[in-house]
Each structure stands twice: as C-alpha cells, then as structure tokens.
T-cell receptor
C-alpha cells in the first residue's frame, strides 16, 4: 500500500531556531516529492518539488532533501519566524497512472513561539 | 500566488439543503481536483477532471457530484447536505504535465 508518513506530528520551537521535519514514503513507482505549507484555514502552497535525481532543493529559508534509495525526505527550516507556524505536508506522486496520483501525509504542525 | 478561487470560504447550512461549492482557475489548466480534508488529517481526493466534459470519482467515496462544462470552472454539488459532510473542501488544478498542483483557499462547510 502506498503511504506517506511524517514526523513529528507536531513541533514547537522558539523564533530564530532551526528545525527539521521528516517524511518517509513507500510510494512506487516514484515520480516526485513535494513539500507544501498550509496555513490554518487556507489551501496548501508549494514550497519545493524534487524528482528522483535531485538530492536537495532550497526555497529561501526552506531546504528539502531527498534520498530516493531509502525513500526518505526532510524539510529544514532555518532561522524560524512566527509566520512559519503552519502545517507542512509531504506529498509523493507516482507514475502508475496518467493522473499522476498524489499521496498525502498528514502533515507536521509547526508552532513558532516568540 | 495561484490564480484559483473558491467560494464561499465559509458556509453553515441546515441538513437537507442543496449546496454548490464554486471553484474557478484562470491558469488555463486542463486538470482539476476536489479534495476533502478533516482537521489534522490528510487530503483525500474525491473528484477529478482531465478536461471539459470529463469527470471521475477519486479515492474517497463522496455523495457529492461535479461538472466540467468550461475549462476554468469545476463546481461541486451536494443535493442533500448532512452533518457527516462537515469538512474542508479544497479545489486544485494542474497543467497537463502535472508539474505542480495549485490549491484554492478552501471552503469550510458546516452542516447542522
């Protein structure tokens, strides 16, 4: 069964600190992995998209890594800000159908305190 | 910011009412999607469309229906709302290459 598991489920950090969120998946065949940020009551917004051949990709203070061999990804947030408080969702796409089906994790709820 | 819009943003209605959730995108995307998301849970695909006059059911069984008469418009209808339909409904679209799905802001539906 194709699955996406994220850890931790929730995380509280102080403003200015760094943090790393984890994503493990079993989706096969793999097409790409995406990290989304979802603010409360809003739709998800894409942060990064990585294909099989990409090991790391950055978007400002967000850096995602991908190990396609171990089927693991991480999202590192540097110098956190209050506005980083949100749910971070790992999404994996397969190549098993023309739909390019997406498999969603449940997200890590990040809270940044002043 | 993605050019995909959903209305209404919040809706509180009584049981048995018929409702339509609107979704429009101005990016010319062929593919559109409806997801259902409960608090703290993952998104579940309930409907998708490859293009005009194409609609398919997703992974999660839903009593809602959709239509795709125009490329930019993908409304979702519930003929008779029930409390079990209370959830957040997210609309998304992508181009033919599925490079990225762009999400709307969502509709928070509460059925009393």
């Amino acid at each position: 069964k194709n699955q996406v598991e994220q850890s931790p489920q929730s995380l509280i950090i102080l403003e200015g600190k760094n943090c790393t969120l984890q994503c493990n998946y079993t989706v096969s065949p793999f097409s790409n992995l995406r990290w989304y940020k979802q603010d409360t009551g809003r739709g998800p917004v894409s942060l990064t998209i990585m294909t099989f051949s990409e090991n790391t990709k950055s978007n400002g203070r967000y850096t995602a890594t991908l190990d396609a061999d171990t089927k693991q990804s991480s999202l590192h947030i540097t110098a956190s800000q209050l506005s980083d408080s949100a749910s971070y969702i790992c999404v994996v796409s397969d190549r098993g159908s023309t739909l390019g089906r997406l498999y969603f994790g449940r997200g890590t709820q990040l809270t940044v305190w002043p | 910011e993605a050019d995909i819009y959903q209305t209404p943003r919040y809706l509180v209605i009584g049981t048995g009412k018929k409702i339509t959730l609107e979704c429009s995108q101005t990016m010319g995307h062929d593919k559109m999607y409806w997801y259902q998301q409960d608090p703290g849970m993952e998104l579940h695909l309930i409907h998708y469309s490859y293009g005009v006059n194409s609609t398919e059911k997703g992974d999660l069984s839903s009593e809602s229906t959709v239509s795709r008469i125009r490329t930019e418009h993908f409304p979702l209808t519930l003929e008779s709302a029930r409390p079990s339909h209370t959830s957040q409904y997210l609309c998304a679209s992508s181009d033919s290459n599925d490079n990225e799905q762009f999400f709307g802001p969502g509709t928070r539906l509460t059925v009393l």
